[in-house]
Nanobody, 114 residues
Framework: QVQLVESGGGLVQAGGSLRLSCAASGIIVSRNDMAWYRQASGKQREFVAQITDQGTTYYANSVRGRFTVSRDNARNTVFLQMNSLKPEDTAVYYC????????WGQGTQVTVSS
């Protein structure tokens, strides 16, 4: 059974940083493409960042240069380092297995105050 558990969200002032974690079980993150998505209140869920099984990374234009996706194979965990946060980054952030069946985590709330 695949489980993805996100953590690390919280309230931060604009310009601050947070690091989100996605701890996986039932899959090996280094053998899968993993992604982060976010959904702001009243809006559709949108792509944020992805790391492939080869380690290639992709970013949405809105976060490129500020966010970094990475993984720790020993901990079977994917991370999203978020710097220079803006109020428009406020959303629930979700981890997703991209390759194969699309498993999602439960999400973690990020709130950026101005």
């Amino acid at each position: 059974q695949v489980q993805l558990v996100e953590s690390g969200g919280g309230l931060v002032q604009a310009g601050g940083s947070l690091r989100l974690s996605c701890a996986a079980s039932g899959i090996i993150v280094s053998r899968n493409d993993m992604a982060w998505y976010r959904q702001a209140s009243g809006k559709q869920r949108e792509f944020v960042a992805q790391i492939t099984d080869q380690g290639t990374t992709y970013y949405a234009n809105s976060v490129r240069g500020r966010f970094t996706v990475s993984r720790d194979n020993a901990r079977n965990t994917v991370f999203l380092q978020m710097n220079s946060l803006k109020p428009e980054d406020t959303a629930v952030y979700y981890c997703k297995v991209v390759s194969g069946l699309p498993y999602w985590g439960q999400g973690t709330q990020v709130t950026v105050s101005s």
